[in-house]
């Protein structure tokens, strides 16, 4: 499976995922308070369930990835523990049940357990990629509905070496990384722009250049 390929599959999950959400909100019954309790005690569950979905898959595209590489390495799918920040965005997703308003529920439900579902990918790579010796950098692939700056982070095909434990993500955007082999054919390293972009804080001056930057590539 090539990269892209990978993310076509992450991206089917994806859609899943959301429609699973929300149809587990469609189904709950009662006041809003068992409405609620009925999301929490169910959707941590499922968003689990897809988050081994992704991190299975994440670790098969790096294993493939690492074709013909000197040196052994066996990749393993991470899913790291969100237990505490899932329940509390089950919690935020429930609240306009208050209110009767199911769609807006679903929705919110349904942003969640993608942007949750995704992450377990990307840390599977990285993850991996930190441990494994030939692992150079990785790529950003974003796709035709990604922002701007995604879009300008993923330019070339930019191998990021740099500081590669921390990934920038947007909801919408559903950015993945996939890994860079040493020895094997690929893209320049990130420019400083690049760089710069992908950290976690930037100065406001910064900022205004990232964004002007950014803007074009929209
Ligand atoms: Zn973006």
Redesign the pocket.
């Given at each position: 499976m090539t990269a892209l390929e990978s993310k076509q599959a992450l991206t089917l999950l994806g859609d899943d995922a959301e429609d699973t959400a929300r149809w587990m909100v469609g189904r709950t019954s009662g006041a809003f308070e068992s409405r609620r309790l009925q999301l929490l005690d169910t959707v941590p569950g499922v968003i689990d369930y897809y988050s081994e979905g992704t991190a299975a898959l994440a670790a098969d595209a790096y294993m493939d990835a690492r074709a013909g590489v000197a040196g052994s390495y066996a990749a393993a799918p991470i899913v790291l523990d969100r237990t505490v920040k899932i329940r509390r965005g089950v919690a935020w997703a429930s609240e306009p049940l208050v209110a009767g308003e199911l769609d807006l529920t679903a929705a919110r439900m349904a942003k969640l357990a993608r942007t949750e579902m995704t992450r377990p990918y990307r840390d599977t790579t990285l993850r991996n990629g930190a441990a494994d010796g030939m692992f150079v950098g990785y790529r950003r692939i974003a796709r035709g509905e990604?922002?701007g700056?995604?879009k300008a982070l993923a330019d070339r095909g930019a191998v990021f070496k740099q500081g590669t434990a921390y990934f920038a993500a947007?909801d919408?955007?559903q950015?993945t990384a996939a890994a860079a082999f040493v020895g094997q054919p690929q893209g320049p390293e990130a420019s400083v722009m690049q760089y710069t972009a992908s950290k976690r804080r930037r100065t406001p001056a910064e900022k205004a250049r990232i964004n002007a930057w950014a803007a074009s590539y929209a």
């Open positions: 990604s922002c700056f995604c947007h919408n955007c950015c």
